[in-house]
């Protein structure tokens, strides 16, 4: 019985590492205040889903389907939902999984109790993955937030923002979007 304890709480402490940060998974889409999602983004209602693709690629993508010609491409830029114009802004961002390992924590402590100096320091945390996130956010002509609660075409933004992130995903060549006649889904 005292070697079967024993066991599980050697076990344990060899395999335990306590999650500090978690990424959050986002399956398609998440409405949310962006700076509640990560401190840095602004304190506005935003349109939040991951990137799986490599940085840049929605710069690229936003750059040749609305035509910037890589001026102010992250940030006003009009877009057309059912005859009114909007602005468009987006955020490139990361969030880490971080987590704390116990066993370098204690062998470094055994190590300091000896009189001795700490070798792992570098382990007692480690990143384990981290995921690339796109925030966007809208404003209509009289700069209110298109994405908040009490805005009357919040869900014919939203929708047309998860048309946007479906082309996207789905776009593997940009330079295609230069030679469609119509720019707006």
Do not use: W
């Amino acid at each position: 019985m005292k070697i079967t304890a024993l066991f599980i709480i050697v076990i344990f402490v060899f395999t335990s590492c306590i999650p500090t940060k978690i990424a959050p998974k986002i399956e398609t889409y998440k409405l949310m205040v962006a700076k509640k999602f990560k401190k840095g983004l602004p304190k506005q209602n935003a349109f939040i889903f991951e990137d799986p693709k490599d940085a840049n690629h929605f710069y690229t993508y936003i750059n040749n389907k609305f035509k910037r010609d890589y001026i102010d491409v992250e940030s006003n830029v009009p877009i057309l939902i059912d005859g009114e114009t909007y602005s468009l802004s987006f955020y490139e961002t990361e969030r880490e999984t971080k987590t704390i390992n116990l066993v370098p924590i204690l062998v470094d402590a055994k190590r300091e109790q000896n009189g001795n100096n700490p070798i792992l320091e570098s382990a007692h945390t480690s990143r384990l993955k981290g995921n690339y996130y796109l925030v966007l956010t809208v404003f209509d002509e009289n700069l209110k937030n298109c994405l908040s609660e009490d805005y009357k075409n919040k869900d014919l933004v939203s929708k047309h923002l998860e048309k946007i992130r479906i082309e996207y995903l789905n776009t593997y060549n940009y330079e295609e979007l230069l030679f469609t006649k119509k720019n707006q889904l």
